[in-house]
C-alpha cells in the first residue's frame, strides 16, 4: 500500500468515528431530552414545614398523655395534676434536695 492509500483509510476511519461519536451524543441529547419531559413537577399536597410542625404537635400530644397515664395509674395522683406547674415545682424541689 503506498502512503496515500493509509492517509485515506486513516482520514476513513477517523471520520467514522466522529460520525460515531456524533451519533452517539445526539442519543445521550435525545435521552436527556426525553427524561425532561417525563419528569413532572409534583406539588406536596402538605409542605415539609407543616409536616414538621405536625410531627413536633403530635409528639408533645404523645408526652402529655404519657405524662397523665403514669401520674394517675402508676403514681395515684389526679391526671390533670401533673399539668400544674406546682407538682413540677415540688418535683424539682425534690430532685435538688440535698
Known sequence: MSQETK???????????QAQ????????ADRKKQKQEERKYVRRLIPIWAKVMIVVL???FALMIGLIIG???LGDGSPLDVLKWETWQH????VKED
Open 7 to 17: 492517509s485515506n483509510n486513516t482520514k476513513k476511519v477517523n471520520e467514522k468515528k
Open 21 to 28: 461519536t456524533k451519533t452517539n451524543k445526539e442519543k445521550r
Open 58 to 60: 403530635l409528639s408533645l
Open 71 to 73: 401520674f394517675s395509674i
Open 91 to 94: 418535683i424539682i424541689d425534690y
